[in-house]
């Protein structure tokens, strides 16, 4: 089944401890992203990846840390979580294939809902 | 300032009537338009879009209506069903830009 996976779904944590959420798609999708939604807000985009290696800030990066090193997993690290940091958070992948936007949108993973105390 | 924005954070609509969802931008770079239909604890999920060469995209029971003049984008849901109830996403993105850009959802309850 094609998918995003996300892990872990629910998350507490303490300000200042390191973590890293996982995100990983089969689809060899070239494009991944980071958003987190709140109340009022929507989505807002934090990362974003085109390709392995290739990494850039979307709207909201401070705070934020991504690498890609393979095409299929995309992390997201949080060096020193904050409690402004409590937030839901999406992992959306999508092919690029010959232009962007992909017309058939994002598929996006399940969730993560981080709280920081 | 939010570039895409649905100003109605909810909707109320009986079974087998039209809901209506409204989306307003503020970009006119945007030339892609895009709705997700989100359910509680689980991701948002690609609906239907539309390419800004277009004013109107159809897909079952769903219409997506682009005005571009207005900057304003609806979606119609005909007839509206119970299964409809769920947050719906309007987003915007511009070619080569590689980033979307959503509103804060409308959450859309249908009533048997």
């Known amino acids: 089944e094609a998918q995003v996976t996300q892990n872990p779904r629910y998350l507490i944590t303490v300000t200042g401890k390191k973590l890293t959420v996982t995100c990983s798609q089969n689809m060899n999708h070239e494009y991944m992203s980071w958003y987190r939604q709140d109340p009022g807000l929507g989505l807002r985009q934090i990362y974003y990846?085109?390709?392995?290696?290739?990494?850039d800030k979307g709207d909201v990066p401070e705070g934020y840390k991504v690498s890609r090193k393979e095409k299929r997993n995309f992390p997201l690290i949080l060096e020193s979580p904050s409690p402004n940091q409590t937030s839901l958070y999406f992992c959306a992948s999508s092919s690029l294939g010959t232009e962007y936007p992909n017309p058939y949108g994002y598929t996006f993973g399940s969730g993560t809902r981080l709280t920081v105390v | 300032d939010q570039q895409v924005k649905q100003n109605s954070p909810s909707l109320s609509v009986q079974e087998g009537r039209i809901s209506i969802l409204n989306c307003d931008y503020t970009?006119?770079?945007?030339?892609?338009f895009l709705w997700y239909k989100k359910y509680p604890a689980e991701g948002p999920t690609f609906l239907i879009s539309i390419s800004s060469i277009k004013d109107k995209n159809e897909d079952g029971r769903f219409t997506v209506f682009l005005n571009k003049s207005a900057k304003h984008l609806s979606l119609h849901i005909v007839p509206s069903q119970p299964g409809d109830s769920a947050v719906y996403f309007c987003a915007a993105s511009y070619t080569g830009g590689f980033k979307t850009i959503f509103g804060a959802g409308t959450r859309l309850f249908v009533k048997a």
């Open positions: 970009n006119s770079m945007f030339d892609y």
């Open positions: 990846s085109m390709n392995v290696e290739v990494t």
